[in-house]
Structures are given as C-alpha cells and as structure tokens.
C-alpha cells in the first residue's frame, strides 16, 4: 500500500495518482495554484462530500467527513481558502481528524517548486535496488516498492534466483513505501509452500455499503527458500504494502522482524477526481490477514527485535551468525543483482510522443492506455501551459530504471530541464506516467 489501483499504495505516487508529484519533489514548496471564488469552493467541497459518501472504506465515517466539510463550508470556515491547494489542504487535515487513516490525502494546485537539491529515491529496477551474498551463504535483497506484478514478476524472479542456495535470507523493507498486494503475496510465495492463503483485501462496492473480497494466495515460484532462516528489516519510514510483507510473514512465523515499528496503513487507496483540478486520494478497501482476522492500520506492524533501523542489518547479520555488519556495501561479497543501465525498448520514443500529443493539443488516445488518458485529459490544459513555458524540447536522456518496472527519463528544454518516469504495457501504450519534475539546470561551464 503507498503513502500515498486497487493496490496498496507507495510514495511512488505513480502508481496512485496519473502525473503526480514524484518523491523528489516531497519536501517542496507549493507554486501558485488558482484562485478560487466561492463558487468553486462550494464544487470542490460538494465534490469532496460526495466523494467521501460514495467510495471511503467506512461508510460511516465517510458520511461523518462530509457532513463536517458542509458544515465548515456554511460556516464561513473555508472561505479565505484562496487556492485550490489551501482548501485540498484544509479538507485533508479535517478528514484526516475524523478518520485518522494516513493513505486519505487531497492534492489541488500545480505541482511544487522544489528547493534545493531534489531528494532522490534509490536507483531501482521493478521496486529492487539490489541483491547480494554476503559472508558466511547469507542472501541479502532489498524491496523498496512493490509494482503490478506484471511489470515486476520478471526481475523479482531473476534477483531471488541469484540467491538461492543462500543458508538465511534477509529482506529489506526499510525504505518501502508499498505497492500492489499481488506483488506482495508474490514475494511471500518465495517463502511458504503453494497455495496457502496470505492476505485479503475486502473493498467497498461503489455508492453502496456492500463488499467484495480479494483473497491473495502463495503461488509457485521458480526457487524456493522454503526451509531457510528469513529476517525482514523494517523501519518506521516502512508503509503500507511494505507493512503488508512483514505483516503477512510475522503472521505466517516466517520471518523475524528486526527494526522499528511500521507506519501504520493499511487501507488500500486510488485516486477520485474531485473537481478544479483538486484530486482526492480515498482508500475504499481494507486489508485482513485470514489468520489474525485484522490488520497494522493505526498501529503499524510491531518487530520482533526491536532496534534503530539503522542497525537492523547489523542485528540480523548476528542473528544468522555472520559478523555484524550495518552497511550493505561493506557486508557484500558479491552483488548479484544491480538495477539495468539501459532502457526498455521504445520508452524513449513514448517520451517524446506523449510531450508533443500534450504541446500540440492532439489526443493522447493511442499513446497511452484508455483508463490512463480518461484520468489525465482533465489536466492536459494545464500541463500543455506548462509545456510552452518551457519551449522547444532538445533532448531525452534516459537517467535509470524507475521504480515500477518502467524508465526514468531527463528532458532538457529550450527555457529549463525537467524529468519524468513511464511504464508502458506490452502493447507499447504507456500505462502511467509522473508529472514533469524540476531538474538542475545544466552548468555551462562544463
């Protein structure tokens, strides 16, 4: 599940929310958003009521949330919210109050400015940094995100085959933010037999309080670390699908957990176009474990060995009776798994294609999938302003593997550099791709 498809969710908001804000962008500063009138503040508030009724997990509370934003609005309450930003902001804040469910957010308003250097998630390829031998036969991997399946199966079967016959095996999740539930089950299934049950995601059916039930099973996968020791470190940045993993494994006694407490949610979420550009992010699922019968939202998933995330790696390496070692670098051997340096074919050319259809004002319809294109065309004004702002494009650049199985891309422009992550399908239709990041601007000294 991301901080942030019926998945659950990651900080790669890619996953949840078409062009959204990348995680570089986490620390920025909001650029002007547009002025709201009262007018659209009573269409976003009614929007955002009428959201909440219709799709949040618990529909009573969902009813309570909306009851409050349309009190706050005849009260007067909202009415020096002067952008789209501000209101999605308070509305946030006073939703959060009453639910206390960390995936619910509201986003409006132009992406951030960022300050300052960008802060950088790890290279990764399909949500895997890397994979290692360490001393003494102990395997080492660490998952920070958990893509479709599809996009992922591939790598995750290449990097956990370059570690069996490994005699313990250490998965780090400190840094993963979630993902997609079949993906999680996936990883799980490399540690159990076939068909044992791991988690089910039970989701509202939409305007209704009726429910339906997604049960995720143990699959065979192509090795098997069946009857290996397994430490999973998680650390309190842990979140949502990455709870899940060490969630599902403590349940199933399938793992020690080694580090600090998770961050608590558990409630898969997707996007709700509210209206004015505003986008709320409203979780309308739930996970429960079939053996404890709940789930970590609120409480996070507690460890075995509680200590600092950053001495997690130390604590496990001991308990597998190898030398206590706290940085993977310095413990590894022999790295069997490093994210690819080159792109996937034709992700290039979708770049470009996609930034001229959105420039030039034609459709988008046959670049990028049909559920994609209906959830972007709303912003498609918006960002073909940005893009004349910025001129002529000059080059792509590919910069790495991005974190869902796709490609990261650096675009310089005539008036500044941006960058950008995609994930096309295998239809060659691009299935989602981020908003456009700021970059350093190019020295021309060098």
Known sequence: MSRHRHVVMMPLLLLALPLALPASAQTATPAPASTLDAAARREIVGAFARAMREHYVFPERGEQVAAQATAALASGKYDDAGTTAELARRLSADASAVTHDKHLNVFGGQAPQVEGPPLEMPAAEAGITRADKLAGGVGYIEVIG??????????????????????????????????????????????????????????????????????????????????????????????????????????????????????????????????????????????????????????????????????????????????????????????????????????????????????????????????????????????????????????????????????????TFANGRRKMALVMGPDGKIVIASSLAPLAPLDPAK
Request: hydrophobic share 40%; glycine share 10%.
């Open 146 to 411: 958990f893509p479709p399946l599809s996009f992922s199966k591939r790598v995750t079967d290449a990097a956990m085959s370059a570690l069996s016959g490994s005699r313990a095996l250490i998965i780090d999740v400190r840094r993963n933010g979630g993902g997609d539930p079949e993906s999680v089950a996936y990883l799980v299934s490399f540690l159990i037999p076939p068909d044992r049950p791991i988690n089910d995601i039970v989701s509202r059916t939409e305007k209704t309080n009726d429910t339906t039930r997604q049960s995720f099973r143990s699959i065979r996968t192509p090795v098997s670390f069946l009857k290996v020791p397994v430490y999973v470190l998680t650390s309190s940045e842990t979140f949502s699908g990455g709870e899940e993993f060490a969630y599902d494994v403590q349940a199933l006694k399938r793992a020690t957990l080694i580090g600090e407490t998770t961050g608590g949610g558990a409630n898969p979420v997707g996007p709700v176009d509210i209206t004015h550009g505003v986008t709320a992010m409203i979780p309308s699922g739930r996970a429960e474990n079939p053996i404890t019968k709940t789930n970590w939202e609120g409480v996070g998933v507690r460890p075995d060995v509680p200590v600092a995330a950053a001495s997690a790696l130390s604590v496990a390496l001991k308990k597998a009776g190898s030398k206590p070692v706290a940085d993977i670098a310095a413990a590894s051997m022999q790295r069997v798994f490093s994210p690819r340096t080159t792109p996937l074919p034709g992700s290039g050319a979708a770049v470009r294609k996609l930034l001229s259809a959105i420039a030039n004002g034609t459709t988008i319809q046959g670049i990028v999938v049909p559920q994609f294109a209906s959830q972007v065309e709303p912003s498609l004004p918006r960002r073909r302003a940005e893009l004349t702002s910025l001129g002529t494009l000059r080059s792509v650049d590919f910069y790495r593997p991005d974190g869902l199985g796709g490609d990261e891309y650096n675009l």
